[in-house]
């Protein structure tokens, strides 16, 4: 039976201006994570450009809440994954199983077949489990039995994971890490913000108290005016000069890929389209560069010994990169 409490979702073709429909979701998850708003942004963007996001801190600062504050600010299908040591890669695909009343296989789809898929403590899982997501978060896609079956969009994964220096976690795979869009740190509140918390906590949770502000066509329709967000030329260069610093820095064994390099022009678009412009600036991409750049790269063994991190590599070369000049 319907809620009648329930908000009014937002649905096409009554969708308004991309910046209008991205505060409406920014300030819906706003209600029940507090003191976040950096992160809340790059969450949001990620899911408009359908890409997958690592969320990455020690635990109890509010991860799974994120992932959960958006998929119910967002009417579309949401699954959760807890992922442990004996998660098999059929617990998140799904399988074959047979009917003796028809003598067939029918497939009864894992929970990887939703709009947004939250992964929580992915590094818990072995690498054969965590394998089951690399053709879905790199094609949209699962291929089981020799049958390809299409995701939905929205797709957007959401991991969560804990540093890998506790106990029970395997490390993820250059592979797979190249294909979240990008990694976040939550970080503690600062004062006011935990205080709100603590004075708002009451007998449920604040996530139960989200109700969606849009649906999956309006997530789509943001979707599709990212290509009308204008990236000039000079701009173009800058990112590829960006891209080349990163292959050619001594202290990388592994560079910036062209899906990564693909990944920074779209979101960049969605920055721009989130602040009501449209055409990206040079410092949408020195924005993102921070959350979508370092965990992309690998540093050299001798780097990683002296305590060189990929992220001081991306601020080294973002300070040294020049930026175009405006009209130039």
Same mark, same amino acid.
């Given at each position: 039976?319907?809620?009648? !409490?329930?908000?009014?979702?937002? !649905?096409?073709?009554?969708?308004?201006? $991309?910046?209008?429909? $991205?505060?409406?979701?920014?300030?819906?998850?706003? +209600?029940?994570?507090?003191?976040?708003?950096?992160?809340?942004?790059?969450?949001?963007?990620?899911?408009?450009?359908?890409?997958?996001?690592?969320?990455?801190?020690?635990?109890?600062?509010?991860?799974?809440?994120?992932?959960?504050?958006?998929?119910?600010?967002?009417?579309?299908?949401?699954?959760?994954?807890?992922?442990?040591?004996?998660?098999?890669?059929?617990?998140?695909?799904?399988?074959?199983?047979?009917?003796?009343?028809?003598?067939?296989?029918?497939? !009864?789809?894992?929970?990887?077949?939703?709009?947004?898929?939250?992964?929580?403590?992915?590094?818990?899982? #072995?690498?054969?489990?965590? +394998?089951?997501?690399?053709?879905?978060?790199?094609?949209?896609?699962?291929?089981?039995?020799?049958?390809?079956?299409?995701?939905?969009?929205?797709?957007?994964?959401?991991?969560?994971?804990?540093?890998?220096?506790?106990?029970?976690?395997?490390?993820?795979?250059? =592979?797979?890490?190249?294909?979240?869009?990008?990694?976040?740190?939550?970080?503690?509140?600062?004062?006011?913000?935990?205080? +709100?918390?603590?004075?708002?906590?009451?007998?449920?949770?604040?996530?139960?108290?989200?109700?969606?502000?849009?649906?999956?066509?309006?997530? !789509?329709?943001? =979707?599709?005016?990212?290509?009308?967000?204008?990236?000039?030329?000079?701009?173009?260069?800058?990112?590829?000069?960006?891209?080349?610093?990163?292959?050619?820095?001594?202290?990388? #064994?592994?560079?910036?890929?062209?899906? %990564?390099?693909?990944?920074?022009? &779209?979101?960049?678009?969605?920055?721009?389209?989130?602040?009501?412009?449209?055409?990206?600036?040079?410092?949408?991409?020195?924005?993102?560069?921070?959350?979508?750049?370092?965990?992309?790269?690998?540093?050299?063994?001798?780097? &990683?010994? &002296? %305590?060189?991190? #990929?992220?001081?590599?991306?601020?080294?070369?973002?300070? =040294?990169?020049?930026?175009?000049?405006?009209?130039?």
């Amino acid at each position: 039976m319907p809620d009648s !409490r329930r908000r009014p979702v937002v !649905r096409c073709p009554d969708v308004g201006r $991309f910046d209008e429909q $991205f505060q409406l979701i920014r300030k819906n998850i706003e +209600s029940a994570v507090k003191g976040k708003g950096d992160v809340i942004e790059l969450l949001i963007l990620a899911l408009v450009c359908g890409g997958h996001v690592l969320i990455e801190d020690v635990p109890g600062v509010g991860k799974t809440t994120l992932g959960k504050a958006l998929a119910r600010s967002v009417d579309v299908g949401f699954r959760r994954i807890q992922f442990t040591p004996d998660l098999l890669p059929v617990d998140i695909t799904g399988t074959s199983i047979f009917n003796r009343a028809t003598g067939d296989f029918e497939f !009864r789809p894992g929970p990887v077949f939703s709009n947004i898929v939250l992964a929580d403590e992915i590094n818990r899982a #072995s690498p054969k489990a965590q +394998s089951a997501l690399l053709e879905a978060m790199g094609e949209q896609q699962v291929t089981l039995d020799g049958v390809t079956r299409r995701l939905e969009s929205p797709f957007t994964v959401i991991a969560t994971q804990n540093p890998l220096e506790y106990e029970g976690t395997y490390p993820l795979p250059e =592979s797979q890490l190249d294909r979240f869009l990008m990694r976040l740190e939550v970080g503690y509140p600062d004062r006011a913000a935990e205080d +709100s918390i603590l004075s708002d906590r009451g007998a449920r949770e604040p996530v139960d108290g989200i109700d969606p502000v849009v649906d999956a066509a309006a997530v !789509r329709w943001m =979707s599709e005016q990212l290509e009308a967000v204008h990236m000039a030329s000079p701009l173009r260069t800058y990112l590829l000069e960006v891209a080349d610093a990163t292959r050619r820095h001594p202290g990388l #064994s592994l560079g910036l890929s062209p899906r %990564g390099v693909l990944a920074v022009l &779209r979101a960049a678009r969605a920055r721009a389209a989130a602040s009501g412009r449209n055409y990206v600036t040079p410092d949408d991409i020195k924005a993102l560069a921070p959350v979508m750049l370092p965990h992309r790269l690998l540093p050299k063994p001798e780097g &990683r010994v &002296r %305590g060189l991190r #990929s992220s001081d590599i991306v601020t080294e070369i973002i300070d =040294s990169v020049p930026v175009p000049r405006k009209g130039g």
